[in-house]
């Protein structure tokens, strides 16, 4: 079976600051993808990134840049500079082979921005 | 390109009543989802299509469930008769055919059952 977990429910920061967001999954696939995926308050997920499992490289686009580490089973999202409008729930999702691209997601992270 | 449309946003209705959410996928994509989140959860899917047939339905409570997809386009989800703990955004996904391909997300349909 698979499980995503997301061990920090809220997270609290001032504009300007920088964040990461964990992402601890599980499964017994040697293949398999993963999202991170941002759920603002008008309540539409929206798609920020896909990682398969072959693909350990890091990533960044913009202030969003992703850790990918197989030998701890973790993908970490980090915003650096955040703004207000990065206020959101950010999901961690896994689709494993054999599941027809069925999405496990965590339970989610809310991150809130101030001034 | 025009993202998911779901309709209507919100639905109140009491216990024992029906209720039906439409969904029209993002032109071209095979795939449809309909997930249920309930508050300060993950969304949890309920029934996959691969075009206008059944993926994995093995999480939805067919004994008040149902979804279709005719022609391979839009999609509805029913629901009947509803319980307390329906309670949920109902949320419609698309995606092009193929293993580990995004899905894109619709508004969702907030429903609230008294």
């Known amino acids: 079976a698979q499980k995503v977990t997301q061990a920090q429910t809220e997270i609290s920061v001032v504009e300007k600051e920088d964040v990461t967001l964990d992402c601890v999954y599980e499964t017994r696939d040697t293949t398999y993808y993963l999202f991170w995926y941002k759920q603002p308050p008008s309540g539409e997920l929206v798609f920020l990134i896909r990682r398969n499992s072959f693909d350990e490289q890091n990533e960044i686009s913009g202030r969003y840049s992703w850790n990918f580490q197989k030998s701890t089973s973790s993908f970490n999202f980090t915003i650096t500079a955040s703004q207000v409008v990065d206020s959101a729930v950010y999901f961690c999702a896994l689709s494993v082979t054999g599941t027809a691209s069925k999405l496990t997601f965590g339970t989610g992270t809310r991150l809130q921005v101030t001034l | 390109e025009a993202g998911v449309a779901q309709s209507p946003r919100y639905k109140i209705i009491e216990k024992r009543q029906s209720v039906a959410f439409w969904c029209n996928p993002i032109s071209g994509h095979a795939t449809l989802y309909w997930y249920q989140q309930i508050l300060g959860q993950g969304p949890k899917l309920l029934i996959q299509f691969q075009n206008n047939g059944v993926v994995d339905d093995s999480q939805l409570p067919k004994d008040r469930f149902s979804a279709e997809r005719l022609k391979g386009v839009d999609s509805t989800l029913k629901i009947q008769p509803a319980k307390l703990e329906d309670s949920a955004v109902y949320l419609c996904?698309?995606?092009?055919?193929?293993?580990?391909?995004?899905?894109?997300f619709g508004d969702g349909t907030r429903l609230s059952i008294l």
């Open positions: 996904a698309s995606s092009r055919q193929g293993y580990g391909q995004p899905q894109h």
